[in-house]
């Protein structure tokens, strides 16, 4: 499991110590080709990043936190009720049964003991294929918060139904809402990594930045909607240097 990042120590532009050394001696990396590289980027004025953030250019060349929440449209569920054998919910189209003993299936939920761990299945389900739902999801206990992985509005049409009987189990609304328009900039250009946290500044501050690397996906920052490996992945899609990938 990655370190959190506020365990690393700051990082010089040319490198993780004065010498230059950028061997991969942190969790922050998850292999050696590409090569580790460095270079400075101005932020956009009044705009702060932290240490590992994953950044893109604005329009006006300048570096911003990749995209906001904002961008993609949410929903869910609360799990406040236990539902029945046969029970559903549709998530994209795709049905999503409750099972109440044996093994599920791909595109089933097996009720636990608590609602807690019932709504963990629901997580796990639509986890295991986002692409699927087009959406992830997260959230602790009796909630399931759904983000869809396409940016702008279009995620909010994406369904959310149930038909759970239970009174305590409850949908936040038909579909995903809350996105905002695509930037100008889409999330597929992503384009460095902070080296060290810099503090919000006009002009906007200058900081050091990975610009190449082979990246342990889990120790970065990334904006909500960007929760599983393959989105992180088309994230940095369009990047000559840089690739993130699973912690082996």
């Known amino acids: 499991m990655a370190a959190s990042a506020s365990t690393y120590a700051n990082l010089l532009a040319h490198g993780i110590s004065p010498a230059g050394d950028v061997a991969p001696v942190f969790e922050l990396f998850a292999g050696d080709t590409p090569k580790p590289a460095t270079d400075q ?13 994953v950044l893109m250019h604005d329009a006006e060349g300048k570096l911003v936190p990749l995209l906001t929440a904002g961008d993609y449209a949410t929903g869910g569920y609360v799990v406040g009720g236990q539902p029945l054998a046969a029970a559903s919910i549709t998530v994209n189209g795709h049905v999503i049964t409750f099972i109440t003993s044996g093994t599920p299936d791909v595109d089933e939920v097996l009720v636990g003991a608590t609602t807690a761990l019932t709504a963990q299945g629901i997580r796990d389900v639509i986890n295991s294929d986002p692409e699927l739902y087009a959406s992830t999801a997260s959230g602790t206990g009796t909630t399931v918060t759904l983000t869809a992985i396409a940016e702008g509005t279009a995620g909010n049409s994406i369904t959310t139904v149930e038909t759970v009987a239970d009174a305590g189990f409850t949908v936040a609304g038909a579909t995903l ?41 889990e120790a970065l920052l990334w904006p909500a909607g960007l929760a599983t490996l393959r989105t992180r992945k088309l994230a940095f899609e369009r990047s000559r240097g840089i690739v993130v990938k699973q912690l082996l």
Not at 41 to 53: I, Y
Not at 184 to 201: F, H, I, K, M, N
Not at 203 to 214: H, I, K, M, N, T
């Open 41 to 53: 980027g101005q932020m956009a004025d009044g705009v702060a990043c932290s240490q590992f953030q």
């Open 177 to 217: 809402t809350g996105a905002n328009a695509a930037e100008d900039v889409p999330s597929g250009d992503a384009t460095a990594v902070s080296c060290q946290a810099v503090a919000a500044a006009t002009p906007g501050a200058f900081v050091p930045v990975y610009v190449a690397g082979c990246f342990n996906h």
